[in-house]
C-alpha cells in the first residue's frame, strides 16, 4: 500500500502580500499534522489576481517558498503565481520537493478568458514522479472546463491531479460536478483547493478516483490534511470503476479518431458564436416592448377604492 498525506489550505486571500500569512498557516498544519507529506494553496494564493503583482521566476519569492518547504522537510506546492517573462505574463504554478528544490513549474493553460486578460497560455503538461509513491499531474483552475487536459495527464500516467483555483463566483457548484465526474473517468485522485475573500468561496474538494467525494469544504478558513492510498487508483484503472466500467482501457483500445482535433477540423459552427468578449448588456432597442402594457389592461390604477 503506497500512503500518501496531502494537506490543502483553504485560506482567506487579500490583494497584496499572503505569504506571512501562508508561512504561519503552515507553521499550524505541521505542528498540528506532522505526518503530513505535501502541502498545497490556492490560485495566486501569495498575491491575489492583479497583474501588477506578476513574478520573474525563479527569484526571490520562489526562494521563500523553497525554504519553507526545506524547513518542514515537505512537497509544496504553494498555488500559482503570475509569472512575467518579458512583456508577457503566465499563470505559473511551481512543484517543490522536500530539499527545497523546483521539480518543475506549469502554466495555465487555460486563461480564465475574457476575465483573465492579458495573461498568456502555457503549452506543457507537468508531470512528475514521487519516488515509492506515485505519478502527479497539475492544472490549474480553468484548464479542468477542458477534459483534454485531465485525459492528457490520465494517459500519461498521473495518479494524482493537483488542482489549485480561485473561483469566487456563481459557477463553483459546477465545477465540483466537473470535479467529481473528471475523478472518475480518468480514475484518479483530484485535490481541487480554492481560496476565500479575494482568493475565492472555498468549497474545496478532493476526490478518489471513482469519483466519490472524499472531503468539500465549507467556506470558511480550513487545514484540509488527507491520506490516500495511490494503489486505489491502480486498483480502480485495472478492474474498474467499482468494478464495472474501465474508461482508460476503453480509451486505449478504440480505433476512433476524433476529426475535431484535427488542423482541418470543420470549425463554422464555434465560429458562428462570436467573439471571445465580456458579455455586453443588452440595447434597449433589442428587447420586445409587446407585451408591457399587458399589465394595464388588468390593474385599473385610476380605482383608488382598494
Known sequence: MKHFSI????????????IPAMKYRMDVLMATYPWVDMVMFSELAPFGYLLNFAQELPGPIEEEFCEMAARHKIWLVPGSV?????DKIYNTSM??????TVVGRYRKMFPFLPYEAGVEAGDKF??????DVGRFGVSICYDMWFPETTRTMAVLGAEVILHPTLTGSIDRDIEL???????????????????????????SIVC???????????????????????????WGRERGVR???????????????????????????LDSLGTLEKMKRREWKDYDHSDYNVIHDIIDYSDTST
Open 177 to 203: 460536478s466537473i470535479t467529481k465526474a473528471s475523478a472518475a473517468i480518468n480514475q484518479c485522485f483530484i485535490f481541487d483547493i480554492n481560496g476565500l475573500g479575494a482568493g475565492g468561496t472555498g468549497h
Open 126 to 131: 507537468l508531470i512528475f514522479d514521487i519516488p
Open 7 to 18: 494537506a490543502g489550505i483553504q485560506m482567506n486571500i487579500v490583494i497584496g502580500n499572503n
Open 208 to 234: 478518489g478516483p471513482d469519483g466519490h467525494v472524499i472531503y468539500q469544504a465549507g467556506s470558511n478558513e480550513e487545514i484540509i490534511p488527507i491520506e490516500i492510498n495511490i494503489d486505489d487508483c491502480r
Open 82 to 86: 503570475y509569472e512575467k517573462v518579458g
Open 243 to 269: 468494478g464495472l466500467g474501465q474508461p482508460l482501457k476503453s480509451f486505449r483500445d478504440s480505433e476512433m479518431v476524433f476529426n475535431i482535433y484535427q488542423p482541418d477540423a470543420d470549425y463554422s459552427y
Open 95 to 100: 512543484v517543490i520537493d522536500p530539499n527545497g
